[in-house]
């Protein structure tokens, strides 16, 4: 994890990106969230780049007041208590008054030139290309700028809070050394035809940090009849469209709001898809490999797996974010549901070949019942999110929502047996949606929804313990193709005579 920081950092300085937005954690356990967190973010400040992570509020609220501004959570616990020194920026549209900045916020999205501003006050050499880029976009209603500036003068925002935030930020700045030698921006990200565009190539060998990152973090789930690894399948059929690439290209949808081809964490340049890679193992070995793409010809799909030594099926099950709907899902996930009919896909190969591998490319936990049981489905592979290195398989999507993958080749190391999986689940799979502690609520006369988080501590495989519910797949479950066994074992001693022990040895931590 800290070389995969180390890595992005590198790239980011190399596009001359003073911060990171980064990274995106989620998963059922705070303590592997935070420490994976720890990884990631020091491998990247270690290159000289700092990482944010942003409020996410949008139109969101803590206890009626806006996330962003709230005093109690910003300046009462995250600045107070957790004495926290750096600075605090909102998510896009995420800032809703001038006066937040009074209530804790440091800055606003698309205002992290707050730093080159300041930077001029100071007398630091700023960087024109940064600001011309990053000062230019706009949307609607400004809270900071003049805005902020008229605050002041009128007593409502303390100069003393401007000198707060201008140290909260420059103390970043300086912290990772950015105040000398940091390359200037060359890229526009908005214009491509934009002159300062000098197309720097920062990926250097780091297909090979994300090839064994997706060979690592595979999660195999099923292997009955040791059906994996592939030992010289003579025919291979390869079902689904995310064993392929995406019909408009990487970058073909809006901000990636699409499921179409290998479901990656974000557009690469160079994709390796799960067909080409199997399908240059398997003729190097003399193989056939046989392939359909449609997820919904399911007529294809069976004469495709009909008659092959292994029948290799790929579902998928994406998501987004509020502002982008993907297939009639506005933002998460509908359901818990593969996409495009996976269900229906799994059980017409599975009825047409009786060694059918299934992998999945999912955002998260997918509902397997309609078919994890059945007697032809022989192996199921968690590739989570790929990316690059797809075909190779690779995920950390437990860890971060921002990794550029190579998308081909991972997979194709776990089936053939040239990696052995060690990955495991960050999360609970559950038998059914009411397994889990949250439920989704279509619809709402609420322009914002209050939600209770009256669970507390217990999500995850804890609201799964406290409620004695058995998952299909517990947290932090995976299998590998090591077997172990255990014979004459003894155990001495007794429990007579002692004492409990007690005070801190008891802390976990």
Known sequence: MAQHGAAMGIEFRGKGINVALAPMIFGGDPYLSGE????????????????????????????????????????GILKS???????????????????????????????????HIFAD??????????????????????????????AVQSGSVPQTRIDDM?????????????????????????????PVNTHVNVQADHKTIIRNIGQASTVLLKNAKNALPLVSPKSIGIVGNGAGPSSRGPNGYTDRSGDDGVLAMVGAQDFSQPLDAITAKANAAGATVSSSLSDTDLNAAANVASGKDVALVFITADSGEGYLTVEGNAGDRNDLKAWHGGDALVAKVASANSNTVIIVNSVGPILMEAWIDHINVTAVVWSGLPGQEAGVNSWLAFLIKYLINLTGNSVTDILYGLYNPSGRLPYTIGKTASDYAAQVIYSSSSSILPIPYDEGLFVDYRHFDKNSITPRFEFGFGLSYTTFQYSSINISGSTIGGSAPTGSALDPW
């Open 36 to 75: 994976a967190a720890f990884e990631v973010i020091t491998g990247i400040q270690s290159q000289g780049v700092q990482v944010l992570h942003s409020m996410a509020s949008f139109e969101d609220q803590i206890n009626g007041s806006y996330a962003c501004e709230n005093d109690k959570t910003l300046n």
């Open 81 to 115: 208590e957790f004495e926290f020194p750096g600075y605090v920026m909102s998510d896009w549209w995420g800032t809703h008054s001038t006066l937040s900045v009074n209530s804790g916020l440091d800055a606003r999205a698309f205002i992290l030139t707050f730093i």
């Open 121 to 150: 006050a100071t007398g630091i050499s700023t960087d024109d290309n940064a600001r011309r880029h990053f000062t230019g976009f706009r949307y609607g209603t400004t809270y900071f700028g003049q805005t902020l500036v008229n």
């Open 166 to 194: 201008a140290l909260r930020i420059l103390a970043a700045w300086y912290l990772v050394g950015q105040d000398s030698g940091f390359p200037t921006v060359n890229f526009d990200a908005w214009n491509i035809n934009d």
